[in-house]
Nanobody, 120 residues
Framework: QVQLVESGGGLVQPGGSLGLSCAAS????????MGWYRQAPGKERELVAS???????NYGDSVKGRFTISRDNAKNTVYLQMNSLKPEDTAVYYC??????????????WGKGTLVTVSS
C-alpha cells in the first residue's frame, strides 16, 4: 500500500502562482512515476503533469510553459509549481503514484485531492 498526502491548494487570483506538493509513504518502489491530474466540475479527469523517478516529465498541453513538476526522490515527494494561473485551471488536483516496470507495473494509487480555485 502507498499513501499519498497532498497539500498546497487554495484560492489564487488569475495570473497568480501556487505550489502543490504530494508526499508518498508506504511500500514505495524505486521505479515509479508520480504526477498530478485534475478534474473540473462536469469534466473528465485529465493529466496535468507527471515525472518518473528518472526525472522524465510529461505535461498536459494546456499547462505547458506555465506549470513545472519536480520531485525529491529522497523524500518521495512530488511538487507542482503553477504560474500564470487562469480561471480554467480551477479544479480538484489529484496526486497519483504508479509503479513502473516489474511484476507490479501499472499499479497505481491516488490522493484524496486538493482544490485549486482561480478567481478574482
Amino acid at each position: 500500500q502507498v499513501q499519498l498526502v497532498e497539500s498546497g491548494g487554495g484560492l489564487v487570483q488569475p495570473g497568480g502562482s501556487l505550489g502543490l506538493s504530494c508526499a508518498a509513504s508506504g511500500s514505495i518502489f524505486s521505479n515509479n512515476a508520480m504526477g498530478w491530474y485534475r478534474q473540473a466540475p462536469g469534466k473528465e479527469r485529465e493529466l496535468v503533469a507527471s515525472i518518473t523517478s528518472g526525472d522524465r516529465t510529461n505535461y498536459g498541453d494546456s499547462v505547458k510553459g506555465r506549470f513545472t513538476i519536480s520531485r525529491d526522490n529522497a523524500k518521495n515527494t512530488v511538487y507542482l509549481q503553477m504560474n500564470s494561473l487562469k480561471p480554467e485551471d480551477t479544479a480538484v488536483y489529484y496526486c497519483k503514484y504508479e509503479v513502473v516496470g516489474g511484476p507490479w507495473n501499472g499499479m497505481d494509487y491516488w490522493g484524496k485531492g486538493t482544490l485549486v480555485t482561480v478567481s478574482s
